[in-house]
C-alpha cells in the first residue's frame, strides 16, 4: 500500500511539473496586447511582453509600452504556478510582484486576468 502511494505522489509530480512546462513553452516569444478589458488600443498605443523559458514553469522576460513614439521597457522573471503567472521586477533595490491569472493560452493567444480583475488579451507576433 505504501508503494502504491508513494507511486500517486510521484505521478502527481510528474504532471503538475509538465503542466507548467507546456504552458511556459506556449508562452515563450513575443506577445501584443490587442485588448484591454474588451477594448482596443489607442493609435500609437502598444505594449508587449516577451517571455524567454529557462526551465520548467520559470523563466525571464520583458514588458515594452509605447505610447506617442516614446518606448518604456523593463525587465522581470516569471513563475507559472498552478494556472497563475507570477510576474517580479527589481527597481532601486525593492522586488515588485504581480500574480496573474492565466484564463486561456494557446500557440496564438494569451488571456490574463490581473488582482483587480481587468483583462488583458494577446496575440503572437
Avoid: P
Avoid at 516569471?78 to 491569472?101: A, C, Q, R, V
Wanted: hydrophobic content about 30%; charged content about 30%; overall charge negative.
Amino acid at each position: 500500500m505504501k508503494k502504491l502511494a508513494f507511486l500517486a505522489v510521484i505521478a502527481l509530480i510528474f504532471v503538475a511539473c509538465s503542466k507548467e512546462q507546456r504552458q511556459s513553452r506556449k508562452m515563450d516569444g513575443d506577445w501584443s496586447l490587442t485588448t484591454y478589458n474588451g477594448s482596443g488600443l489607442e493609435s500609437g498605443e502598444s505594449e508587449t511582453l516577451s517571455f524567454s523559458k529557462d526551465k520548467k514553469g520559470e523563466g525571464t522576460g520583458s514588458y515594452t509600452y509605447t505610447y506617442d513614439g516614446e518606448s518604456y521597457t523593463f525587465k522581470f522573471d516569471y513563475k507559472i504556478i498552478d494556472e497563475n503567472l507570477t510576474i517580479s521586477t527589481t527597481e532601486d533595490g525593492f522586488t515588485y510582484s504581480e500574480i496573474m491569472s492565466i484564463k486561456d493560452l494557446s500557440k496564438k493567444e494569451l488571456t490574463l486576468q490581473d488582482s483587480d480583475g481587468d483583462i488583458s488579451v494577446y496575440e503572437k507576433k
